[in-house]
């Protein structure tokens, strides 16, 4: 990552590993995909200099319908935002998001950028993300949990059956 803003010369990464977990306490393991991390530099535009933030972007199974931005990352002052990862998918490419996250694509002088506008009360703060960076993470993201298979790794089938074995 060389910390320049939009981080558009780096070669986009994505952590991303399996974990073993036991399932409802019986013989045998699960394997169940790992939290996804990505740490990248987005621009925060406010002024008329954009301003380079550390940024985290994170996405794990356990939540599989969430993701979540992590500004400062590595910092005393940390600012996270949860939201949809369809809203990030769909912004991609086009405008996207009625509430406190809305996300759209730009370019600026020939680079793909993702913006994202967070909203809390009266406050507000736009960044910009390198598009590479972002779809990157959500290739790794979908590997870990394909689009329309994420009610499957809620855990409801085996909460289930394990009160139906109760009753």
């Not at 399996?18 to 990248?40: A, K, L, S």
């Not at 730009?106 to 993300?129: D, Y």
Request: hydrophobic share 40%.
């Amino acid at each position: 990552m060389s910390g320049k803003v939009f981080d558009t010369d780096d070669e986009p990464e994505c952590d991303h590993e399996d974990r073993r977990q036991r399932q409802d306490g019986r013989e045998g393991w699960d394997i169940q995909p790992g939290p996804v991390t990505c740490r990248t530099v987005v621009a925060l535009l406010e002024e008329e200099t954009p301003l380079p933030v550390v940024t985290d972007l994170r996405y794990d199974s356990a939540d599989p319908y969430s993701v979540f931005m992590v500004f400062n990352a590595g910092t005393d002052m940390v600012i996270e935002w949860e939201f949809g990862r369809e809203l990030l998918n769909s912004g991609r490419r086009r405008l996207t998001g009625l509430g406190d996250v809305q996300i759209w694509p730009a370019e600026i002088r020939g680079h793909g950028l993702v913006c994202m506008s967070f909203r809390s009360g009266w406050e507000m703060f736009v960044v910009a993300a390198s598009a590479v960076v972002i779809d990157e993470f959500m290739k790794c993201t979908f590997e870990a949990v394909s689009l329309g298979e994420e009610g499957s790794f809620l855990g409801i089938e085996s909460f289930v059956s394990q009160s139906l074995d109760e009753t």
